[in-house]
C-alpha cells in the first residue's frame, strides 16, 4: 500500500482549468494596466485627451465598448493580424505578439501615453489570442469576451 502512494502522481489540470487561469489572469492584468496608466493620466500627465467615448452617454459607451469595439478590434488586431503575419510566413513568437499588439495601440491614438496604455493591453490580449489558438480553443471568442470585460470595468468602476 506505501508503494502505491508513493507512485502517485496529481493529474495534470484539465484544459479548461488552465484556459480559465490564464484568462483571469489576463484580465487582472489588464485592469492593473488601466488604473496604472489611469494614475499616470491623472496625477503625472493632467490634462491629456482621453478616449472621446467618454464624452457619450452610459447606453452608447456600453454598446460601443462592450459589444462593438471588443467584436471589431478583435477580429482586425488579432484573428485576420495573426492570420496575415502566419500567411506571410512570420511564425516568430514574439513578432506575432508584438506586431498586432503594437497596431492596437497605434489605434488608440488619442495621446502617446494612451497609445502606450493600449499596447500594453493589445500584448495581454494578443497573448491570450495566441495561447487560446495554440491550444485549440476559441481565440476570437475568448480575446473579445476579455476586452467587453475589461472595457466594461472601466465604464463601470473606473470612470
Known sequence: MDNQ???YTEPAPPQNIKLVKVFTLCLIL?????YFFNYLS??????????PID????QEQLFLAVLIAPLLET???QYASNKLLLKLRISNYYLLL??????FGLSHYYNPLYIVAMLVGGTIMNYLYLYCHTNGH???WWVALLHA???LYGIVFVQ
Open 55 to 58: 464624452k457619450e452617454s452610459i
Open 75 to 77: 477580429l482586425v488586431y
Open 98 to 103: 508584438f506586431i498586432p499588439a503594437v497596431l
Open 42 to 51: 491623472t496625477y503625472v500627465f493632467p490634462g491629456l485627451e482621453g478616449n
Open 138 to 140: 476559441k481565440a476570437f
Open 30 to 34: 489588464s485592469i492593473a494596466n488601466g
Open 149 to 151: 470585460l475589461y472595457n
Open 5 to 7: 502512494l508513493a507512485e
